[in-house]
């Protein structure tokens, strides 16, 4: 049943205080059916006070949003039928089984998917008479995505799925939430790590203390906010960096490395040329192409010169 | 509201509880081991003295008097050659009670016999095998029942035929040993005189009375299971599924909060019922004590466990730290177990604990299911049962409402 609904979810003015504390501080944003869209932020930043508030576990304290279309503040018992979470340190009953867990929660809805379909959609298959106690962290993560789907939501929130695993488990989780784009469930996932933001989501948030810093397809938010690209000049030295820094703004100094943002795509050659001229010694040059997270650290660091 | 949720909830509830071996054990195996050392400490039973006996007479009647002492399986007795020195054997066996039978005994017997009916013909002098003096001149009791008494007052000249009971003052046994010879001699008494005694306890059977305190146990450990899996149950379950995170991720599922109530409620009444039904057959095998559950029992059980439930709840709610709320339930339970007469009867206890007792609902609870299982007077165990069910709605209503999982409900 595909919604009538323009957006899969769409935020209008949005707020959550406690007390003096703003943690959503007015938002708004609209997220379009299909995608994986990533609330990217630090820890406190806002983001699931936001997500429970579209899983209508809290109130707003102003603004309105929807999900597929309905109201979070009056239809909540439609959205609970339509939705899958998998929230914020995710546990479920220890002393069930794998299968068990899925049957308690398939039970909940009226028509659920099939369990040994969605057991083996998450490579669970030998783990189905296990006791969650007894997964690994990875496995559990994953059993909770199967959970979240077992209702075959349009919307599924996943809050911090791979907090706290290691490399391997953190891969294995993230190819579980890249099926689901080609399942057509539109992905409304949190995190604070960039590189899972980058790695899965068509569409990215930036929140910090509470506001929407940035929003845009994951591409052009480094197109725009970022650089071309970053040179650094290993071995470099003071010396390289007093002559770059007055004229490549952004220019750091990290140990012996300097590291220039290219802006333009002739800046490569500038800054050869000058080091050549000025005879100054480096032991090698490297070009790095910038991430999500040089996007954050360029709005996190306007934001002390804002408050500097 | 579906059937459906309410039952995968209470299935895998008990799932999960079969699982558990610590619930496991405190709910079902602890109420059942409290009751065994209870009905020990308390049952009193086939508790035997030991009693080391000399016989330095040898007449029919010193051995007939022997023969009392034996009969009433009261002590394990020991006899002792005549010819040994009684404190000599007191300190080499290390006993803490020695019957002296002095020669002359039969004799003295005869002749208090042959100086009229109604008199004392056996007495017991009580000798302390301690060194302290006081200790033995108050207790240097010559004749111990009314008859010798009154005897003595009458009629001076007659000195009864004493046995001496040598005894340690300081062994806790040594009050019951000389108590439990003095009856024997009281008894003996009467025999050899033919004479009705003058003064004298006759048993008169109130209904009450039939019964041991084990009998009175039982019904009481039921009752702390109903409170303690009800309010720690649910305290447990409640503050462990909302720290966990199971709380937040359920309230994002379309089960509803009365569904889980509901689901909650049956599998701790099941779970109690499992307790109740243990803790019967084991009073049944080891105590031999019929405690009958009928319908009266079962409604009992129900109301306490919505009762119990409902409190747990409300603490629940406003203690959320996991440690603080088991303690606070703790602190309401534990109390409530001891002033609601589970372990002592209420009867014996201080008016103004009385007047407290009066306004917990466990002490209902427990009059109760005595009513019912022990008593079988089902009137007073469905008016018991009433006060149980209106404390039970009130809590249960405040409970279920201010119980939170989403914010403003």
């Known amino acids: ?308 | 509201m579906k059937l459906s949720r309410i039952y995968i909830d209470f299935i895998s509830s008990l799932k999960i509880f079969f699982r558990g071996r610590s619930s496991f054990f405190w709910v079902l195996a602890f109420p059942i081991i409290l009751m065994l050392i209870f009905g020990a400490i308390f049952s009193g039973g086939n508790v035997q003295y030991e009693l080391a006996v000399q016989n330095k007479d040898g007449s029919d009647i010193s051995a007939s008097f022997i023969n009392a002492v034996n009969s009433t399986n009261a002590f394990k007795v020991h006899m002792v050659n005549a010819s040994e020195n009684a404190d000599t054997y007191i300190k080499s066996n290390r006993i803490s009670g020695m019957l002296i039978v002095p020669e002359g005994f039969g004799n003295d017997v005869q002749r208090n016999l042959a100086l009229g009916a109604s008199r004392p013909s056996t007495g017991v002098q009580v000798n302390p095998t301690t060194t302290s003096t006081t200790n033995a001149i108050a207790l240097n009791a010559t004749s111990l029942n009314a008859q010798a008494s009154q005897a003595q007052s009458n009629n001076t000249n007659v000195t009864p035929a004493a046995v001496i009971l040598k005894v340690d003052q300081s062994s806790t046994s040594a009050p019951v040993i000389s108590g439990v010879l003095s009856s024997i001699a009281n008894g003996f008494n009467s025999q050899l005189t033919g004479s009705t005694q003058i003064v004298g306890v006759e048993n008169q059977q109130v209904l009450s009375s039939q019964f041991k305190y084990i009998d009175f146990f039982v019904p009481g450990i039921i009752g702390l299971t109903v409170l303690t899996t009800g309010v720690l149950g649910t305290v447990g379950t409640n503050t462990q599924y909302r720290n966990n995170g199971i709380l937040r991720k359920l309230a994002t599922t379309p089960l509803g909060k009365s569904e889980w109530i509901i689901s909650k409620m049956l599998y701790q009444t099941v779970v109690i019922l499992i307790s109740a039904f243990l803790i019967i057959i084991v009073a049944k095998l080891v105590y031999n004590v019929t405690a009958v559950p009928n319908v009266v029992t079962l409604l009992l059980l129900f109301v306490g466990t919505i009762c119990f439930t409902g409190i747990g709840m409300i603490i629940a709610r406003f203690v959320k730290d996991e440690d603080a709320a088991n303690a606070a339930a703790s602190a309401v339970t534990f109390p409530m177990l001891f002033l609601a007469g589970t372990f002592i009867p209420l009867e014996t206890m201080p008016d103004y604990l009385q007047t407290v007792a009066k306004f917990l609902p466990l002490t209902y609870l427990n009059y109760g299911l005595r009513d019912a299982m022990i008593l079988g007077d089902t009137a007073s165990a469905l008016y018991n049962m009433m006060i149980v069910l209106i404390a039970g709605v009130i809590f249960f209503v405040i409970g279920s409402i201010i119980t939170d999982w989403r914010e403003g409900g």
């Open chain 1, 1 to 308: 049943m595909k919604n009538e609904a323009e957006w899969a979810i769409k935020i209008e003015g949005l707020a959550k205080e406690y007390g003096n504390i703003k943690a959503v501080d007015h938002i708004s944003f609209k997220i379009p059916f299909g995608v994986i869209f990533a609330f990217l932020g630090p820890n406190g930043a806002g983001k699931t006070t936001t997500v429970e508030i579209l899983e209508c576990l809290r109130k707003p304290s102003a603004g309105t949003a929807y999900v597929l279309g309905l109201d979070i503040t009056k239809d909540q018992n439609e959205i609970r039928k339509r939705i899958g979470v998998l929230p914020q340190e995710f546990n479920t009953f220890d002393r069930l089984t794998v299968r068990e867990n899925l049957k308690y929660y398939a039970t909940m809805y009226d028509n659920p998917r099939d369990i040994d379909e969605l057991i083996s959609s998450v490579d669970l298959m030998d783990k189905v008479n296990t006791m969650y106690k007894n997964l690994s962290g990875g496995l559990k993560q994953r059993l909770g995505v199967a959970i979240a789907l077992v209702n075959d939501p349009q919307v599924v929130f996943l809050d911090e799925p791979t907090e706290g695993l290691d490399p391997k488990a953190r891969r294995d989780v993230w190819g579980v939430i890249k099926k689901l784009r080609d399942e057509g469930k539109t992905v409304f996932l949190t995190t604070h790590y960039m590189e899972e933001a980058e790695t899965l989501a068509d569409v990215v948030a930036i929140i910090l203390d509470g506001k929407i810093r940035a929003m845009d397809t994951t591409t052009n938010l480094i197109k725009n906010h970022g650089c071309l690209a970053k040179l650094v000049i290993h071995g470099g030295n003071t010396g390289a960096f007093e002559a770059l820094s007055v004229q490549w703004a952004g220019t750091e100094l990290n140990n012996s490395d300097v590291i220039v943002p290219l802006r333009d795509k002739r800046d490569l050659a500038k800054i050869v040329e000058l080091l050549d001229q000025r005879q100054i010694a480096f032991d090698e040059l490297e070009m790095k192409k910038p991430s999500l997270e040089d996007v954050f650290l360029d709005l996190t660091a306007t934001d002390r010169e804002g408050v500097s």
